[in-house]
């Protein structure tokens, strides 16, 4: 079965603090894998990431592939109140002759002041 | 403004008492999708549609009907809604089904079904 996996469901820090957050995959024909924040409303998109080992980043935001250990990472720096939100992991793949894309249950993250 | 609206935004409603949830989009995309969000189960596919006319099953289904007569609207609908389609329900759209990176989320419509 088709599966996404994200480590911690949830994950309390203080300002300031780097925090790593884990996604791991079973997807059948693996595509892409997508990192969404979402706070009281919709995701919004962040990375887009297809080949292994290559690091996407923005500003205090960074995350990286790796295709043969089916994971990924998404570390945030000099977290701010601002992080606070939940982080879902999603992974594109062919199905069944179709694309889907597969979510995580998402981490909550709360950056206390 | 490029965006995907849904109504309504907030409902409650009883046990098998028939409700639609609208979604539009207005930027043309062919691709439409709606999810649901559970705690701890992130956003799971119900239906999509790839265009006017065609649309399939996602992998939670059960429950829901869709309908694409028009581009831009793709409506969902709860014929007989239970207690156990209490959730937060998200629609999407994208312009290919290669682009999930610019997939848009609409507001999302939080239903409670008692």
């Known amino acids: 079965e088709d599966k996404v996996v994200q480590s911690p469901l949830s994950l309390v820090v203080h300002e300031g603090d780097t925090v790593t957050l884990n996604c791991s995959y079973e997807?059948?024909?693996?595509?892409?894998l997508l990192w969404y924040k979402q706070e009281k409303k919709a995701p919004t998109f962040l990375f887009m990431l297809t080949s292994s080992g290559i690091e996407k980043k923005s500003g205090r935001l960074s995350s990286i592939l790796d295709k043969k250990e089916l994971f990924s990472i998404l570390n945030i720096t000099a977290t701010q109140t601002g992080d606070s939100a939940i982080y879902l992991c999603a992974v594109e793949g062919i199905i069944q002759g179709a694309q889907k894309l597969v979510f995580g249950q998402g981490t909550r993250l709360t950056i206390n002041p | 403004e490029a965006q995907v609206t849904q109504n309504p935004r907030y409902l409650i409603t009883v046990t098998g008492k028939k409700l639609t949830v609208t979604c539009s989009q207005n930027?043309?995309?062919?691709?439409m999708s709606w999810y649901r969000q559970d705690p701890g189960l992130g956003l799971r596919q119900i239906y999509y549609?790839?265009?006017?006319?065609?649309?399939d099953k996602g992998d939670v289904p059960e429950g829901y009907k869709v309908s694409r007569k028009e581009k831009r609207n793709f409506p969902l609908i709860l014929e007989s809604p239970s207690p156990n389609q209490t959730s937060l329900y998200f629609c999407?759209?994208?312009?290919?089904?290669?682009?999930?990176?610019?997939?848009?989320f609409g507001p999302g419509t939080r239903l409670t079904v008692t």
């Open positions: 997807v059948t024909n693996f595509r892409s």
């Open positions: 999407a759209s994208r312009l290919s089904p290669l682009r999930w990176y610019e997939q848009y």
């Open positions: 930027m043309n995309h062919e691709y």
């Open positions: 549609s790839m265009n006017v006319e065609v649309t």
